[in-house]
């Protein structure tokens, strides 16, 4: 979003640089599938209706992965103790 706004400089183009960024961090790519889109629609209450928040906890979940944000109302969602989470 900042290199598409011209907030940043990067020489190369913005999938390239994802791509590099997955393989040097040694990370892997978690695909969204109808699991994670179903599971996002019956998350445990309450919680906030952003979709793409509700999407990132039904991965979260699925994977058993630790969300690492500043978003207040994911971080209270791991309190409640519906996934795990790691402020920042």
């Known amino acids: ?3 598409s706004k011209g907030r940043i400089r990067e020489t190369r183009d913005a999938e390239r640089w994802y791509i590099d960024f997955l393989q040097d961090g ?3 790519e978690h695909p969204v599938t ?3 889109f179903v599971a996002a629609c019956f998350l445990p209450q309450p919680i906030h209706k ?5 999407i990132l ?3 979260a979940r ?3 992965l630790t969300i690492i944000t500043r978003d207040r109302a994911i971080l209270s969602y791991g309190v409640a ?3 795990r989470t ?3």
């Open 50 to 54: 952003d979709p793409i928040d509700r």
């Open 1 to 3: 979003m900042l290199l």
């Open 34 to 36: 109808s699991t994670i």
């Open 26 to 28: 040694g990370f892997t």
């Open 81 to 83: 103790g519906h996934v």
């Open 86 to 88: 790691l402020a920042c």
């Open 57 to 59: 906890i039904a991965t």
């Open 62 to 64: 699925e994977h058993d």
